[in-house]
């Protein structure tokens, strides 16, 4: 996490809510799929609990990467350990700006990688124990 500057308190200070994406729960994976490690998102959510900000949770669900039952189910016991989500999303991937990339002329990472469907939200839903 980047220091807590006395700015940085003061603004978290005058915020009502915080929106917070997890690219993936394991350290790993994560540094894999965005090039570096969640420590810092995790520890700023711990933070925000810690002195009672509120908190929505949300993560691209990706069908064989972020949908794992065991990463799935790690995401879930680090959610119950906060104290401050007031609401859970899960977004479904999808390829629409697959055309970006390739305008620039870089590889699309995802290229083989379907979209979720409806089907792979609800059971990562009930997974993660949410509605």
Known sequence: MVPLT??????????????LDIKHINPQKCKGLVGFSNEKELAFAKY??????????RQVLIPGITDNKEDLETLNDFLNSLSNIEKVE?????????FKWESLGQAYELENIRPATDEDISRAKEILKIN
């Open 6 to 19: 006395d700015t940085i308190k003061e603004i978290i200070h005058l915020s009502d809510l915080f929106l």
């Open 48 to 57: 925000l609990s810690d002195i009672h900000k509120p908190m929505w949770i």
């Open 90 to 98: 899960l977004l479904k991937y999808h390829d629409m700006g697959k």
